[in-house]
Every structure is written in structure tokens, then in C-alpha cells.
């Protein structure tokens, strides 16, 4: 007679046989129909989150317009040409 340790043996090789046949199945059937995978949590997440972006983009706005004042200040003003310098005010003729 069977003893109940040979019995657990071959229950534990069925039941390993059909996860393996079920685990297959699945497989085939995400080979068929590849778009039904299970959604990405993270899919629309990005790589920073929200307040951090926030920070980052004030950081750079406020800088850049530092910048540009201190540009400002320094400016100058355009070179006036030479040639509007020189030119004459009498009327061609």
C-alpha cells in the first residue's frame, strides 16, 4: 500500500504541474493580447513630484528676471551710427 508521504508527493506534482499549465496558459494568452497588462501605478507620476516642480520653476523665473534687471542697469544704450551722425539735414534737389 501507498504510503501517505508517496500520496503528498504526487499531489504536490500535480498541483505543481497544473500551476505550471496555468502559468503557460497566461503566458499565451499575454502573447494574444499583449494590451492587457496590468496598468502602471507610476505611468503619470513623472520624475519629480508637483511641489518640487513648483520650487524649481520659481527658482528659475526668479533668477533669470535677477539676471535681466542687473542687464538692464548695465545697458548702455545702441551705438548711434556714423552715418546718421554726419548726414546733413538739406532737402535732396
Known amino acids: 500500500m501507498d504510503t501517505p508521504e508517496k500520496k503528498q508527493k504526487i499531489q504536490k506534482q500535480g498541483t505543481e504541474q497544473d500551476d505550471k499549465l496555468k502559468k503557460s496558459s497566461e503566458d499565451i494568452a499575454k502573447m494574444i ?28 523665473f526668479v ?14 544704450g545702441c551705438p548711434f551710427p556714423e552715418h546718421f551722425q554726419n548726414e ?6
Open 33 to 60: 493580447h499583449p494590451h492587457d497588462d496590468d496598468p502602471d501605478p507610476t505611468a503619470y507620476m513623472g520624475n519629480y513630484n508637483f511641489p518640487q516642480m513648483l520650487f524649481a520653476f520659481c527658482l528659475g
Open 63 to 76: 533668477t533669470m528676471f535677477v539676471l535681466f534687471q542687473n542687464e538692464l542697469n548695465e545697458f548702455k
Open 88 to 93: 546733413s539735414h538739406s532737402a535732396p534737389g
